[in-house]
């Protein structure tokens, strides 16, 4: 499966990005059983709001995926 971004996790692991859709985004850790979730927001650490989405009890901001 295609991966057009990674969000490292440890130095063996990180979040696959497969696919955007909408408000929705495929993703998987290192590539096993990708799954839909729904995009969101969450305040970051400086009071500000932040586009991600979350996976399992990970929340992924967009602003820290790496494209591939």
């Known amino acids: 499966m295609r991966v ?3 969000y490292p996790l440890t130095n063996t692991g990180g979040v696959c990005v497969h696919e955007i859709e909408g ?3 495929l993703a ?8 839909w979730c ?8 400086d009071d500000e709001w932040e586009s991600g989405f979350v996976l399992g009890s990970f929340f992924i901001p ?5 494209r591939v």
């Open 62 to 66: 967009f602003s820290q995926v790496m």
């Open 38 to 45: 729904d995009v969101t927001e969450k305040v970051n650490d």
């Open 28 to 35: 998987s850790i290192n590539g096993k059983d990708p799954i």
């Open 23 to 25: 408000d929705t985004v």
């Open 4 to 6: 057009i971004g990674v």
